[in-house]
């Protein structure tokens, strides 16, 4: 990320000084459009075909506590997918949710995440017939996309509202050839990142409402309490201008992209050790359609681990990847990486490929199901000690842990710190994977509430 790639061409080589406004005359407010926002916004959801886009300039981070905000009640009970992004359990804790979790499919040949099979959802619905609101993600962040039309179908018919984290998947509606949007698949409220996998700056997204369940009132009142009173001009200008470039181009470009992959994935067929996943998943473990501009790199039973492979692209051939963990790391493409690039990405990884031996070591990282003592809330409010990690199996942690990227909690707060748990995190430290929410910066303490 970013999906632009760096391409000058964005805002035709503006200065981003002559575009930073704020709410003058002729220029319209972002949280009272009337003018050339309301016009952008709508035919923004004239292209997607949705009821009605909203411009996020706080990313999408801000669209799921919007989009969760006004679809719950303080105190509610909504289940979530535990794969979420941290801003879906932050608005737990904002609003006193009650969280029920349900698990993805697991990939243990690659070590990724799964999909949400619909009779998941239909369990945790008929246990928990006081849900009205479903909160998933798909695609996942290594491309992985859930059967959204038939959940969507099943949370419907059990009177709920579904929303889709849909960050990673902004690129979808100009696949002729791949996932379908969740909005096009019966979701009735979808976040997306445009400047993940397209040509928009940092920190822009949308929201989209789709359907009659949802009132588009309620998504701005809350629009206005999450997101900043003073939108950055410069991001919505590349939003606007990432829209254009989308209907002008998008799906020519698209089709080129789609083509320097399957190339690219033609000359992976002959690496021994690195392995990458692609449409073969669909059908088990949850995924019903898989996102092919995600390559995932799984070094699963070689010598290197997913960090040592990025770390080597990076110093080696100047290639930067989008994250790594312990058994892959994971490269972005967007419609504005070269063929070129591709291309030296390909070369680079096949010589690495010829480089590697076989070990009988490997690590895969997956969810575990905590026990929950406290809702996020209450956990909040309950006194905390910080203790060392050493000494926290059993205790219930008062903090979020998780690795940045993907931002995902493998603990969250008023969870019991089990076994597994702890060797996830002392394995991604071991293998040098950013831990994110321990009590100090040296990781060697967590908050855990006071016994």
Not at 167 to 172: D, I, Q, S
Not at 407 to 415: D, H
Not at 420 to 425: A, C, K, M, R, V
Request: hydrophobic share 35%; aromatic share 8%; proline share 4%.
């Amino acid at each position: 990320m970013p999906g632009h790639k760096r391409a000058r061409k964005l805002l035709h080589e503006m200065d981003p000084f002559d575009v930073d406004f704020t709410e003058i005359d002729g220029l319209d407010n972002l949280h009272h459009p009337e003018g050339i926002l309301r016009d952008s916004m709508e035919e923004a959801a004239g292209f997607y075909g949705t009821k009605k886009t909203w411009f996020l300039v706080n990313g999408s981070s801000c669209g799921l506590l919007a989009a969760i905000a006004a679809t719950t009640r303080i105190g509610d009970k909504i289940l979530i997918g535990r794969n979420c992004h941290k801003a879906v359990y932050h608005s737990g804790l904002l609003r006193n949710l009650d969280m029920e979790y349900v698990y993805p499919e697991l990939i243990p040949e690659y070590g990724i995440q799964g999909g949400y099979t619909p009779e998941k959802i239909e369990k945790a619905l008929c246990e928990n017939p006081d849900i009205k609101t479903v909160v998933l993600t798909s695609p996942t962040y290594d491309g992985v996309v859930s059967d959204i039309e038939k959940i969507a179908e099943i949370v419907h018919r059990h009177g709920g509202i579904l929303i889709v984290d849909e960050a990673h998947g902004a690129h979808f509606c100009l696949m002729e050839k791949g996932p379908k949007p969740a909005y096009l698949c019966g979701a009735d409220l979808v976040i997306e990142s445009l400047h993940k996998t397209l040509p928009a700056l940092t920190q822009s997204a949308v929201l989209h409402l789709q359907g009659s369940r949802v009132e588009d009132w309620k998504v701005q009142k809350q629009l206005e309490i999450f997101e900043t009173s003073s939108p950055s001009y410069l991001l919505m200008a590349s939003m606007d201008e990432c829209l254009r470039e989308m209907q002008l181009h998008g799906t020519e470009l698209m089709k080129i992209l789609q083509s320097n992959l399957d190339e690219f994935r033609k000359k992976a067929e002959a690496w021994k050790w690195i392995r990458l996943p692609g449409k073969a998943l669909v059908g088990s473990n949850g995924v019903f359609s898989y996102d092919e501009t995600k390559l995932v790199f799984s070094v699963s039973g070689a010598n290197i681990s997913g960090r040592d492979l990025s770390e080597k692209l990076r110093n080696d051939y100047q290639i930067e990847l989008e994250m790594e963990t312990m058994n892959y790391a994971l490269a972005l493409c967007s419609i504005y990486d070269s063929k070129e690039a591709i291309e030296k990405l390909a070369d680079a990884l096949t010589e690495i490929d010829g480089e590697l031996e076989e070990t009988e070591t490997s690590f895969s990282h997956c969810y575990v199901e905590n026990q929950k003592v406290f809702s996020i809330y209450e956990a909040e409010i309950q006194e905390k000690e910080t203790i060392s990690l050493e000494k926290a199996l059993g205790r219930i942690s008062g903090e979020f842990i998780y690795f940045y990227p993907p931002g995902i909690p493998v603990l969250a707060p008023g969870e019991v710190i089990s076994k597994e748990t702890l060797s996830t995190i002392e394995e991604a430290m071991k293998q040098g994977i950013v831990v994110n929410g321990l009590a100090d910066y040296n990781q060697n303490e967590i908050q855990v509430i006071k016994e």
